[in-house]
């Protein structure tokens, strides 16, 4: 439900232009609109939902966010105004919501189930991009674009209903979990000023933007970019950009099993973390490169869509390789403040959804080149965050002697060393949906 009222605006925004007149600019200023909201309330958030514990702040969260979407169509009515400001509340909703399942997997999943768990949430998160660049097309065109926003609230309503039945119930202890209890997050002082006077944090936080700079332009312009260059309708962008999503979905279990067969063959944590970023930034690069010579607006040659598509398709899945570099290291670093140290990063991952996505239309009106505008920026954001992280990045745990875990068996070893790869990435990875 998250991303499918994430990713359906990449794809209604192609009638919405035809209908209203938009420019590309306009088109980037609407999609970039749910990144306000998500970006203003992750640091919030993360204590909001220790505070009041993970089930009730999630139940709120699906509630705002579907209000939001269910008032598009009326607002579209009005102009981009009164329409950005509904997706900006559909990210005030969104952006509780990974603070708030973090909470409960962390408090009702053991470490030994923490990889499984990982698993299945963040495999929801992109089922809901597959399903809705699948879906939103022909929704539209049998329905209207309209259709896609009231379907998608609906089902939103249903969720939040039906939680309360479904939720695991919560206690007054909001920091324990599973077998073991943790210590309450809202009783603790967070570190805030260590954390942004460490390098590794930086790392963390300069990767998480240069990652999502490339994945949210990606998912707001894809469809489009296929729209206005190629003369795909709706249904056929959407479904042409599913292509790239499937890649990533397929290279999600490889990935982990890699990470965890090195550290348990004596790798330590840093090594690994850097080698998976480094992987995850490198080639997605290239793939940039490619697409931005490539492309038949601004590239050295005119290639099919087809060639375009098998690119990009190269470069979604190499950028899963992420999962086992910058999302894990939140953990690595604290497993105490993993939760406080994703609400900086993840604040600074939600920025590129700003900036990157309004400034590629406004970049396309003004060049009318998809080179510039879209590859170009992202492969330059790549190699930033490939030097910083490779630089500075760090395996080892910094904040915390002891993580409350250890008593289910597995450690997060510190200084890179022993323990189990699972407790390392735990549920905090999740918010990699973009964060």
Not at 212 to 220: F, I, P, R, S
Request: net charge neutral.
């Amino acid at each position: 439900l998250c991303n499918l009222d994430k990713v359906n605006m990449s794809v209604a925004v192609i009638p919405l232009s035809k209908t209203f007149g938009w420019t590309a600019s306009d088109r980037g200023l609407v999609s970039s609109a749910f990144f306000w909201g998500y970006a203003l309330t992750q640091i919030p958030a993360g204590y909001v939902a220790s505070t009041l514990g993970g089930s009730v702040v999630l139940a709120l969260a699906v509630a705002v966010w579907s209000v939001g979407t269910f008032l598009a169509p009326v607002a579209a009515a009005g102009g981009i105004l009164p329409l950005s400001l509904t997706r900006l509340v559909v990210g005030l909703g969104e952006g509780f919501g990974p603070p708030a399942v973090t909470a409960l997997l962390a408090k009702h999943v053991p470490a030994s189930m923490r990889a499984r768990a990982v698993t299945v949430v963040f495999g929801g998160m992109e089922l809901g991009n597959v399903i809705g660049l699948l879906t939103c097309g022909p929704l539209i065109a049998s329905a209207g674009w309209q259709s896609i926003f009231y379907l998608f609230a609906i089902a939103g309503f249903v969720w939040v209903a039906a939680w309360p039945f479904l939720s695991p119930k919560e206690d007054n202890n909001n920091g324990g979990g599973g077998a073991s209890s943790q210590p309450k997050a809202g009783a603790q002082r967070v570190p805030y000023g260590e954390f942004l006077r460490s390098g590794p944090v930086w790392a963390v936080i300069c990767a998480h933007f240069c990652h999502n700079w490339g994945y949210y332009t990606m998912l707001a312009w894809l469809p489009s970019y296929f729209e206005m260059l190629f003369g795909a309708g709706a249904t056929q962008a959407g479904q042409t950009a599913l292509i790239p999503n499937l890649a990533m979905v397929a290279m999600v279990p490889i990935v982990g099993t890699v990470a965890d067969s090195l550290r348990r063959r004596g790798m330590s944590t840093t090594r690994v973390r850097k080698l998976a970023q480094g992987a995850a930034f490198a080639l997605p690069c290239l793939c940039m490169l490619a697409c931005a010579a490539l492309t038949p607006s601004g590239g050295l040659v005119s290639a099919p869509g087809s060639a375009i598509v098998a690119v990009l398709s190269l470069a979604f899945a190499m950028s899963t390789w992420s999962r086992a570099g910058l999302y894990c290291n939140h953990q690595d670093l604290s497993p105490k403040y993993a939760a406080s140290l994703l609400g900086i990063t993840n604040t600074a991952g939600a920025l590129p959804g700003i900036l990157g996505v309004w400034l590629t239309g406004r970049l396309l009106d003004a060049t009318g080149n998809w080179s510039l505008a879209l590859f170009l920026p992202i492969a330059a954001a790549q190699v930033l965050g490939l030097v910083v992280y490779s630089a500075l990045a760090s395996g080892e745990q910094i904040w915390e002697e002891h993580d409350p875990w250890e008593s289910d068996g597995v450690g997060v070893g510190v200084g890179g060393g022993g323990g189990d790869g699972d407790g390392q990435c735990d549920a905090y990875v999740q918010a990699c949906g973009g964060g």
